[in-house]
């Protein structure tokens, strides 16, 4: 019995000894757990709420240098693009600077000659072998027929051609005396001087480059296609046997018979606008080359 008693006491000391614990050990372990509470509170905090600054960072870059030479790439590009693109040459406005070269310090000025239209290359040959019948190589050195390649359409083919640039009309440069006067106006086929009869006006550096450039291109155009380079300048032009203004005749139903007069020409596509009366109001219609023909 005493046993028992002995047991159930040293029992109730060891419960008692489980509850009644030390102040300042149960002060320590109170202040690790806040701390620890507060750490983790800090921890998702910080995980919830996005930095800012690591934002802003995303947006210019974590390095100075690299922000910079960005900078400076795009501010490049935007200067190339306010600057207007460089003009590629004119290849028209060389050739004019080429002619006034070649005509700068030549013998004689250059006059303008009527003469039969048709007959232009005749005059050329007859009045280069007079100059020499004649004895005037001193006085008469040179003669031109401006000439020009076109591309014209005939029986639905495209044809290339070389026609005169001015029908009717020749160059030469001389210097005037009565006596070269008198060879080239008694020359076959030649009518008279541009001028007043006896006084031919001679023509001005300008209007010379003007009516030779054309003669210049068309060699230079040569040369190029025998070396096998590139033809500077624009190509022939396409010309056809209608012209904007002309009346012309409809002959496709049902409009058979019809005077139309043209508007536009497409001489690429062989097709041409003209504007018909229709219920008292001129209407435009497209039609090809071969449904409308010249009035006779």
């Known amino acids: 019995m005493a046993n028992e008693d002995e047991k159930l006491q040293v029992g109730e000391e060891l419960a008692s000894a489980a509850v009644d614990t030390d102040p300042a050990a149960d002060?320590?372990?109170?202040?690790a757990a806040s701390a620890e509470a507060v750490a983790v509170s800090a921890d998702n905090a910080?995980?919830?709420?996005?930095?800012?600054?690591?934002?802003?960072?995303?947006?210019?870059?974590a390095e100075p240098g690299a922000v910079d030479t960005e900078v400076t790439e795009v501010s490049e590009e935007q200067a190339a693009q306010a600057e207007p693109?460089?003009?590629?040459?004119?290849?028209?406005?060389?050739?004019?600077?080429?002619?006034?070269?070649?005509?700068?310090?030549?013998?004689?000025?250059?006059?303008?000659?009527?003469t039969y239209a048709g007959y232009e290359k005749r005059v050329k040959q007859d009045l280069e072998i007079r100059l020499h019948s004649m004895n005037m190589e001193d006085f008469i050195f040179?003669?031109?027929?401006?000439m020009e390649e076109v591309v014209e359409v005939r029986k639905g083919q495209?044809?290339?051609?070389s026609r005169v640039r001015m029908p009717g009309y020749a160059?030469?440069?001389?210097?005037?005396?009565?006596?070269s006067w008198r060879v080239v106006q008694e020359t076959n086929g030649v009518t008279g001087f541009v001028g007043n009869g006896r006084n031919p006006v001679a023509l001005t550096?300008?209007?010379?480059?003007?009516?030779?450039?054309?003669?210049?291109?068309?060699?230079?155009?040569?040369?190029?296609?025998?070396?096998?380079k590139p033809v500077p300048g624009k190509g022939p032009e396409l010309v056809t046997q209608y012209e904007v203004g002309e009346t012309v005749t409809l002959t496709t139903e049902p409009w058979i018979g019809m005077p139309a007069t043209i508007s536009d020409i497409d001489p690429v596509n062989r097709r041409l606008t003209v504007l018909m009366t229709l219920v008292g109001q001129e209407t435009p219609v497209d039609l090809s080359f071969g449904q409308v023909q010249k009035m006779d």
Do not use: F
């Open 171 to 179: 160059l030469i440069r001389m210097d005037m005396t009565n006596e």
């Open 205 to 228: 550096d300008d209007e010379v480059v003007d009516m030779l450039t054309p003669v210049v291109e068309q060699q230079v155009a040569h040369e190029a296609v025998a070396a096998g």
């Open 46 to 61: 910080a995980a919830e709420v996005p930095a800012p600054d690591a934002v802003e960072l995303d947006a210019t870059s």
């Open 27 to 31: 002060t320590a372990y109170s202040a």
């Open 158 to 161: 495209n044809k290339l051609v």
């Open 85 to 114: 693109a460089a003009e590629e040459p004119d290849a028209g406005a060389e050739t004019a600077e080429m002619v006034r070269a070649k005509i700068k310090g030549l013998p004689g000025r250059w006059y303008v000659l009527h």
């Open 142 to 146: 040179q003669v031109e027929v401006p």
